[in-house]
């Protein structure tokens, strides 16, 4: 997705989940995937800051997003083309301005693809970790077992922790684990095996919540019950985990969420969104209309042969967003689409701080000032 802009912002979020994953335990319904809408948080931001006269007056931002497809290479090849300018040549507008700078790039919710991207943009930290061993410190519990996935997210957070809490004095790690990707059997049961005869009761896990769907299968197998679990933000409020089947041994588990917020005005802006009828479809890269056939379960002509054949509808553009079940328009719990919410703002009035430096009185060599024209994203 873009627009133009004097200054455009950069995301790269998840949004098709081609690589749903694998491993599926079929103890319960399989969740559907989902698009998060984070990617039309940040364009409801831009537009918003872009109305308000009070927030960066002369300047329009605009923005170029990125699909990641839950695929680290592709979230890592969008940030270098961001990072670069040397994406695929977007035609902007008629006027041909040329590409405006890309101000600062918004991640996704995903630690492991963020730390990637954030090799190609700077330092990464884990603040959650210092979360975590405040909770332990609180309750006095200095004797832990650690779980950790087997990506950037989980062995980022085992690395910090084990500093952290050698500086902190605040304890000592009776285990720590690595979980398998897929579904090891010998490998899980092998890890629940360690849980079971270790003398820690409280077990803190960073991990996605398809590690925990198959680590819980073995835990209630060997039926360990008695356990502190810490739960990560990846798996807080994971409600495949949240069920009768599960509450014996979950049950009274502590975890970090990141904060829900509310954004007004979202969800009108989500029912404005219309598919772009002159997008030639068969070229299969509009967010937008790939949303809408998923949704509305139908096609834009030309649909694909033996569609209508086959009794499939022809997509109009004329649906109705309201009147069909779709997640999308849930706005009731917005976690990692409020951040996304934040980070743009955090961006746009750093920009206009930057904007109303005063010369002579700027913070950059020789007191100067940043200027539009010749932006650099770490003035910013
Ligand atoms: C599992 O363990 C709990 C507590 O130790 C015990 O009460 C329960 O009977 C056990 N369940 C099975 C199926 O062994
Ligand atoms: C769009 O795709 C159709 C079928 O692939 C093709 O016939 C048509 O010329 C294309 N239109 C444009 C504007 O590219």
């Not at 649906?319 to 917005?334: C, K, P, Q």
Request: proline content about 5%; charged content about 15%; aromatic content about 10%.
């Amino acid at each position: 997705m873009h627009k133009a802009g004097d200054v455009v912002l950069g995301g790269v979020f998840e949004i098709h989940f081609f690589a749903v994953f694998p491993d599926q335990s079929f103890i319960s319904e399989p969740q559907e995937p989902t698009c998060h809408g984070q990617a039309q948080t940040m364009a409801f931001a831009i537009d918003e800051i872009n109305r308000n006269s009070n927030l960066l007056p002369n300047v329009t931002l605009g923005y170029s997003l990125y699909d990641n497809c839950v695929q680290l290479g592709i979230g890592f090849r969008a940030a270098l083309s961001l990072a670069s300018g040397q994406e695929e040549k977007v035609v902007l507008d008629k006027t041909c301005v040329g590409t405006p700078p890309i101000l600062g790039i918004v991640g996704d919710s995903s630690s492991t693809r963020s730390i990637a991207i954030s090799t190609v943009y700077g330092l990464y930290r884990v603040p959650l970790v210092r979360a975590m061993i405040q909770i332990l410190s609180h309750f006095g519990w200095t004797w832990t077992g650690l779980l950790v996935s087997d990506d950037d997210y989980g062995l980022h957070a085992a690395r910090t922790f084990q500093s952290d809490l050698v500086q902190t004095g605040g304890g000592c790690l009776a285990y720590l684990e690595v979980l398998p990707w897929g579904n090891d059997q010998a490998e899980l049961r092998r890890i629940v095996d360690v849980m079971r005869k270790s003398t820690a009761r409280v077990v803190i896990v960073f991990a996605h919540e398809s590690h925990m769907i198959n680590l819980m299968e073995e835990v209630v197998r060997q039926n360990v019950t008695g356990l502190q679990w810490i739960a990560s933000e990846a798996w807080t409020s994971a409600a495949v985990l949240q069920t009768p089947h599960l509450m014996p041994y979950l049950g009274g588990t502590l975890g970090i969420a990141i904060r829900r917020g509310e954004i007004p005005g979202f969800r009108d802006f989500l029912l404005q969104i219309r598919p772009d009828l002159q997008h030639n479809n068969s070229y299969g890269n509009s967010i937008v209309n790939q949303f809408w056939e998923d949704t509305f379960q139908c096609r834009f002509a030309p649909p694909p042969t033996g569609w209508v054949e086959a009794g499939g509808a022809l997509c109009t553009g004329n649906e109705d967003l309201e009147n069909v079940e779709t997640e999308f328009l849930d706005i009731s719990n917005l976690r990692p689409e409020y951040n996304v919410y934040k980070a743009v703002y955090a961006l746009a009035f750093a920009l206009d701080d930057m904007l109303q430096c005063e010369p002579g009185r700027g913070p950059f060599s020789g007191h100067s000032c940043g200027n539009l024209q010749r932006l650099e994203p770490w003035q910013v």
